[in-house]
């Protein structure tokens, strides 16, 4: 149970850290086309 837990935590880890920097970029404001 505590390897399940430990791999768990490690993805939800991953996963933060990925989805981290693409949100950023998503959030700020794209300048429209011409």
């Known amino acids: 149970m505590r390897v399940a837990s430990a791999t768990f935590r490690l993805l939800a880890l991953l996963s933060a850290g ?5 949100f ?3 959030a700020s404001p794209a300048t429209p086309p011409p």
């Open 18 to 22: 990925l989805s981290g920097p693409a």
């Open 24 to 26: 950023a970029q998503g």
